[in-house]
């Protein structure tokens, strides 16, 4: 969902999980990361040639499984973020 504060600026919430499966040998051994994710997002145009976008987003119950013997393990809550800034000209 995405809020329009004022004619420069929005706020965005939301949230998503994802499932990554990658192959991690010869042997095809895969492995697969599974995370849930909450986000909020602030956009801000400046101008009307530069844009700045930030994310900051929280991964929650998080677990990486592999296929074989080596069985599955939970990871902990992190934070990560992200800064976008544009110009158009």
Partial sequence: MQYKLNEKASLGIGATVKRERFIISENKVTAELNDTLSF??????????????????????SQLEFSDSLGKFDRANHFAGAIQLSYHF
């Fill in 40 to 61: 909020i997002s602030l956009k801000y145009k400046a101008t009307p040639v530069f844009t700045a976008l930030m994310h900051l987003g929280y991964y929650t119950n």
